[in-house]
């Protein structure tokens, strides 16, 4: 059973991961795995981008960050170097375990959904997921909203993609969070996916 779970910045997506490693999953870290492309590619990043982006020998995403975000084609040059090495590590991981929640905000602009059984997409409204951003990230409102701008496409395409999306509506506090994340997981034991 591979269970993609997908949602905006501060919507909760991470928590509903680890409800379900709690209950019998495997998670495969989409962004983690970003990190280990910059070690991996961290050659052909050199050069595309020059020696400027490392940093004893590695490369610095603070200052790859701000080259690839304010460039479309720098992004999508970057994205090309390490996104297929990316999804490959994840068809391989999906291998190694019965049950898989891959976590990934890139779901879909990667190409991961047709990899997943199902997806659950974790909503919060734009308000409380700026209100969790100040009180988490101690990031500036107005730097929120320009993060918030770039994930507009996130959830867009998930009901033309022919799997199963369960919306989880993280409005409230943690124990109403769960309690929709059990009902999925019990059905899932009913179906004989997860042991219980």
């Known amino acids: ?19 379900l490693v709690r209950n019998g999953f495997h998670e495969i870290n989409v962004d983690h795995l970003g990190h ?9 990043l050199r050069a595309a981008f020059g020696d400027g982006i490392f940093t004893d020998g590695h490369v610095n995403r603070k200052i790859l960050g701000p080259i690839v975000f304010s460039d479309a084609a720098k992004l999508e040059t970057l994205n090309g170097i390490t996104h297929p090495w990316m999804t490959e590590e994840v068809k391989r991981l999906i291998g190694e375990h019965e049950n898989t929640c891959i976590n990934a905000a890139l779901l879909e602009s990667m190409g991961l959904v047709p990899l997943c059984d199902e997806v659950l997409y974790v909503f919060a409204p734009l308000e409380m997921r700026t209100e969790r951003a100040l009180l988490r990230d101690g990031i500036t409102r107005e730097g929120f909203l320009k993060r918030d701008a770039n994930q507009k496409n996130i959830g867009l395409t998930l009901l033309e993609s022919g799997r199963r999306v369960i919306t989880i509506i993280n409005d409230k506090d943690e124990e109403y969070l769960y309690r929709q994340l059990s009902m999925y997981c019990d059905r899932l034991k009913s179906r004989g996916y997860i042991n219980g």
């Open 1 to 19: 059973m591979v269970t993609g779970v997908v949602g905006k910045s501060c919507s909760g997506k991470d928590s509903a991961v680890r409800y």
């Open 36 to 44: 280990e492309a910059l070690e991996v590619k961290k050659e052909e």
